[in-house]
């Protein structure tokens, strides 16, 4: 069974960099053809794709925070990760992390996978 | 402001069934496929539908989903209180180049 696990700090002070790790178990991070992203969901609201990551590391980011946003995979630990700069209040949300997977029989993706979430506080 | 637009809000009584719309154009639903997410309080959002019309494994028939032009809509019948969730439809886009979602929509069963 696969499963996702995100971690990281709770609280980010303002302007500082806010970093967080999905650890992956049950699937391979390099598996052809999924790809990993990282979703969040400010309180009370919708959700937001933040971006995506594929194993090779190529990535997308949401153009409305691309400036501020790197993702990275690190393959040897099964983990994928996000790091967000210049964080201000308007940060503080429910972070997930999310596989997607293309899947039958269309062969169409979907984020099939998700991590139970990890609440980051921006604050001071 | 999401590119995805839906109900904020949906309602219905044990046994009805409710129908929650998603409307777009012709850069995300209009060229690509629909999925629908469930998002019980508390949890996770979980896959509900995806490719337009298709269920995962260990989701009951009673959801449905169908899309047509630049919109879909999630069909859900025989309500049952475990039913109480937000819903949201998510799409890739073309413009964006990413998925996008709807802003969720809050399903009471009264």
């Known amino acids: 069974q696969v499963h996702l696990q995100e971690s990281g700090p709770g609280l980010v002070k303002p302007s500082q960099a806010l970093s967080l790790t999905c650890t992956v178990s049950?699937?391979?991070?390099?598996?052809?053809?999924?790809?990993w992203s990282w979703i969040r969901q400010r309180p009370g609201k919708g959700l937001e794709c933040i971006g995506y990551?594929?194993?090779?590391?190529?990535?997308s980011y949401n153009p409305s925070l691309r400036s501020r946003v790197t993702m990275s995979v690190d393959t040897s630990k099964n983990q994928f990760s996000l790091k967000l700069t210049s964080v201000t209040a308007a940060d503080t949300a429910l972070y997930y992390c999310?596989?997607?997977?293309?899947?039958?029989?269309?062969?169409?993706?979907?984020?099939?996978?998700w991590g139970q979430g990890t609440m980051v506080t921006v604050s001071s | 402001q999401s590119v995805l637009t839906q109900p904020p809000s949906a309602s219905g009584t044990p046994g009805q069934g409710v129908i929650i719309s998603c409307s777009g154009s012709?850069?995300?639903?209009?060229?690509?496929?629909v999925n629908w997410y469930q998002q019980s309080p508390g949890a996770a959002p979980k896959l509900l539908i995806y490719?337009?019309?298709h269920r995962p494994s260990g989701v009951p028939g009673r959801f449905s989903a169908s899309k047509s032009g630049t919109s879909a809509s999630l069909a859900i019948n025989g309500l049952r209180s475990e039913d109480e969730a937000d819903y949201y439809c998510?799409?890739?886009?073309?413009?964006?180049?990413?998925?996008?979602f709807g802003g969720g929509t809050k399903l009471t069963v009264l």
């Open positions: 999310a596989r997607a997977s293309a899947l039958r029989p269309t062969g169409n993706y979907a984020f099939d996978i």
């Open positions: 049950g699937d391979s991070i390099s598996s052809r053809g999924n790809y």
């Open positions: 990551i594929f194993y090779g590391g190529t990535t």
């Open positions: 012709s850069a995300n639903i209009g060229s690509n496929t």
């Open positions: 490719s337009n019309d």
């Open positions: 998510a799409a890739w886009d073309d413009s964006l180049n990413g998925p996008q």
